[in-house]
Every structure is written in structure tokens, then in C-alpha cells.
């Protein structure tokens, strides 16, 4: 009895825990996630957040759709001068960098203002990577607006300076959104224990 005493209590420790971290990241970077293209401030770099072409029903994945419109808006708007998408390439006949980029440029973006980060195997690696592989400092992270959150909170905890769009988020279903509280809750655990990215290498100037 004891012992279930003990379980019962660790299951709502732990339950309390991820739901304060989850509400904690989003109260902690209201002020840096945007809706709307003219109240953004400008940034050089824009960070693409990565994620598959094709959802698995085979029909474009609309988080990578909308990721991509935002990019645009952004850049046409003046609002970033280049793009920098980051993303997994970690697999055969599996490169979201490349994707991203091919749409980007069918979109109008000039070939030039692209860069590449084949090795942002998860949020953390690409915000980390965006600062000591390719120098930046301030930066504008480009997804939908929970994955934003999350993003910009490990930003700043690496002392990058950013700031958030949010790219037009389609409906999310019960399991997206428990995932992101696991999300969260990881994310936060890596931080306090100095997680670093998978790879680091060579720098890359943009400009």
C-alpha cells in the first residue's frame, strides 16, 4: 500500500511538473513571439525550423507549407535578409534542408540569401548550431507558434537574442499537443544538464 502510496504521488509530481514548464516557456516568451509581419523587428537571419515534405497520409505536411509562406512574407516584407533552414538529413532519401530550400526558391527567393544546416536534428541543435556554426547572435525563428516558444526559450538561455514568427499553425490533434508538453519537458531538462547539439564543425559565414 505504501508503495502504491509513493507512485501515485511521483505520477502527479512529475504531471504538475511538465504542465508548470510547458505554461512556464509560453509566459516566459510572449513578448518575443509575433503574429504579425509589420510589429516584428528585424533580423538578418531567419531561422527555419525543419520538418518532413510529406505528412504520413502522403499529402503535403502543412507545418512544412506554412513554414515556408512565413519565410517568404518575412523576407519580402525587408524583415530578414537571408534564410537559414535547419533541419534533419540524418538518413538515405530523407533531406528536409534540401526540400525547404527547392521550395523556397520556386517561391522567389534568391538562391544566395539560402543557407544550410543539414545536421538540426532536433530544436535544440538548430538553435545551438544557428550561434556557433554560423555566428549569430540575434536571429528570427520561423515555425508554428508552440514550436516557437520552445525555441526561443532555449535561445535565450544560450544568450541568442530572438525573436519569433508564427507560421499559420493547421489544427492540431490531442497527440501534437502532448507531445509538445514532453517537448518542453525534455527541453528543459537539457538545459539544466548543458545538453550540446550532435554535431558542431566547421563555421559557415552568412553573408
Not at 509513493?6 to 512529475?14: G, W
Not at 544550410?116 to 535544440?124: P, V
Request: glycine letters at 6%.
Amino acid at each position: 500500500m505504501k508503495k502504491i502510496k509513493i507512485i501515485f504521488l511521483l505520477i502527479i509530481f512529475i504531471t504538475l511538473g511538465v504542465f508548470i514548464t510547458y505554461h512556464w516557456m509560453s509566459y516566459k516568451t510572449k513578448n518575443h513571439v509575433f503574429n504579425e509581419v509589420s510589429a516584428i523587428p528585424k533580423n538578418k537571419v531567419g531561422l527555419v525550423l525543419g520538418t518532413g515534405k510529406y505528412a504520413a497520409s502522403g499529402n503535403i505536411n502543412l507545418y512544412y507549407k506554412y513554414r515556408i509562406d512565413a519565410a517568404v512574407k518575412l523576407y519580402r516584407a525587408g524583415k530578414i535578409e537571408y534564410i537559414l533552414v535547419s533541419g534533419d538529413n540524418g538518413r538515405k532519401g530523407y533531406d528536409e534542408p534540401t526540400d525547404f530550400k527547392s521550395d523556397l526558391i520556386a517561391k522567389g527567393i534568391p538562391e544566395d540569401k539560402i543557407f544550410l544546416d543539414y545536421a538540426g536534428f532536433r530544436t535544440l541543435d538548430s538553435v545551438i548550431r544557428a550561434k556557433e556554426i554560423f555566428g549569430q547572435t540575434s536571429i528570427t525563428i520561423i515555425s508554428q507558434e508552440f514550436h516557437n516558444q520552445r525555441a526561443v526559450y532555449i535561445a535565450n538561455h544560450f544568450d541568442i537574442k530572438a525573436v519569433a514568427f508564427n507560421a499559420k499553425n493547421p489544427r492540431q490533434g490531442k497527440i501534437t499537443r502532448a507531445r509538445e508538453y514532453l517537448a518542453r519537458s525534455k527541453a528543459s531538462i537539457d538545459l539544466v544538464f548543458n545538453v550540446q547539439p550532435k554535431f558542431l564543425g566547421e563555421k559557415i559565414t552568412i553573408q
